[in-house]
């Protein structure tokens, strides 16, 4: 069993950053791929960013790419995702999630556990 915790989420202008994280807790968190997903108001809940169980291989969606960065600590049971240049779009709340496969792509059907989310709003 996997828990996890997101921080990070907050209000911002459009243009700038937040730094989310995603602190875990239970069996080895190194055993896992982490992703970050967000679901917006009336839409699917989508993949945002992976990365891999020792950090080596990261994933992004293409509307993040270039402004988003995934990271983890191993040491910190923590995972990381540095958004800037944020855009209304960008609202949504963000969850983390742990997937058994170690490696990406991550899908929302495809993960093991997930956290409650954080709430990220961008205003124009």
């Known amino acids: 069993q996997v828990q996890l915790v997101e921080s990070g989420g907050g209000l911002v202008q459009a243009g700038g950053s937040l730094r989310l994280s995603c602190a875990a807790s239970?069996?080895?968190?190194?055993?896992?791929?982490m992703a970050w997903f967000r679901q917006a108001p009336g839409k699917e809940r989508e993949f945002v960013a992976g990365?891999?169980?020792?950090?080596?291989?990261?994933y992004y969606a293409d509307s993040v790419k270039g402004r988003f960065t995934i990271s983890r600590d191993n040491a910190k049971n923590t995972v990381y995702l540095q958004m800037n240049s944020l855009k209304p779009e960008d609202t949504a709340v963000y969850y983390c999630?742990?997937?058994?496969?170690?490696?990406?792509?991550?899908?929302?059907?495809?993960?093991?556990?997930w956290g409650k989310g954080t709430l990220v709003t961008v205003s124009s």
């Open positions: 999630a742990a997937d058994r496969a170690r490696l990406g792509p991550f899908t929302v059907s495809g993960m093991d556990y």
């Open positions: 239970g069996r080895a968190f190194s055993r896992y791929g």
């Open positions: 990365i891999s169980w020792s950090g080596g291989s990261t």
